[in-house]
């Protein structure tokens, strides 16, 4: 199986479509925490840039930081913000320069012992560095049902890091590189038109590598907007995030 971390380029316009934002919260916590300032904030992994919209309301400037140049080719950013394309654990900023780092679902695709000591090493003293991510989602109604079986058919397409490597806490915390590190997580739900629904199912990455197995991922995913479309108009999804909000000292 290829790694999946790579192949996210391959359905960038239907990851910026569908994705959907995260919540006020997360970002609240996020400037909550930070003491150092709010000049520059960079999001490691960034994709189509989600998070970055997000931080550039809160921080003078942003760098948004994605290997995928497909995925940043559909990112929309303002002018207080870049991408730079690179990895995570290539890129590099000048030390006790940053105010917040984040990693929007990104940070289980990283090697994460490098990326909590290159963050630290960037962050200024009171800085703060916040991983989160969706976790699973939860789908109501009969449609949810259907969702259900489907899952269990990606399950055993899902990459071994989506599976060990989404402890953000246990990470952060045996990195030893913060004074504080504070563990989050709260359920969200979004209510969505049917078809944008579906949409977000397929940018699963074990959701994709399933429907790449039966030859014809297009119809598989057409196939499953079908049956969202059939169950009725809009259908209500459960969006947990999980993460942990870690503060240099």
């Known amino acids: 199986m290829s790694d999946p971390s790579k192949n ?24 909550s925490h930070v003491r150092s300032g709010k ?21 003078d400037y942003v760098v948004a930081v994605e290997p995928d140049a497909r995925q940043a080719a559909e990112a929309q950013i303002s002018e207080n913000a870049e991408i730079r394309i690179a990895s995570a654990e290539d890129v590099t900023f000048e030390a006790k320069s940053i105010d917040a780092v984040v990693s929007a679902t990104a940070f289980h695709w990283m090697n994460q012992p490098l990326i909590c000591r290159k963050v630290a ?9 916040f991983p989160f991510a969706f976790d699973r989602f939860e789908i109501e109604g009969e449609v949810g049902e259907f969702y259900n079986t489907e899952f269990e058919k990606w399950k055993e397409y899902r990459d071994r890091r989506i599976v060990e490597c989404y402890d953000y806490t246990g990470a952060l915390t045996n990195s030893r590189e913060f004074e504080k590190v504070i563990p989050f997580a ?10 944008a629904a579906a949409g977000i199912v397929s ?14 991922a297009e119809r598989y995913f057409q196939e ?22 870690g503060v240099k000292s």
Do not use: M
């Open 121 to 129: 090493s960037w962050l200024k003293p009171d800085g703060v560095f």
């Open 8 to 31: 996210f380029g391959e359905d960038a316009g239907r990851y910026a479509t569908y994705r959907p934002d995260y919540p006020q919260d997360v970002f609240d916590l996020l400037i």
């Open 39 to 59: 000049k520059l904030a960079v999001d490691l992994g960034a994709g189509s840039c989600q998070a970055t919209r997000k931080l550039v309301r809160l921080f």
């Open 186 to 195: 709260q359920n969200f739900s979004h209510t969505l038109p049917s078809e």
């Open 203 to 216: 940018t699963f990455s074990f959701a994709r590598a399933y429907a790449k197995s039966t030859n014809n």
């Open 224 to 245: 499953v907007t079908d049956v969202f479309v059939k169950a009725g108009e809009t259908v209500t999804i459960k969006t947990p995030i999980v993460g942990a909000l």
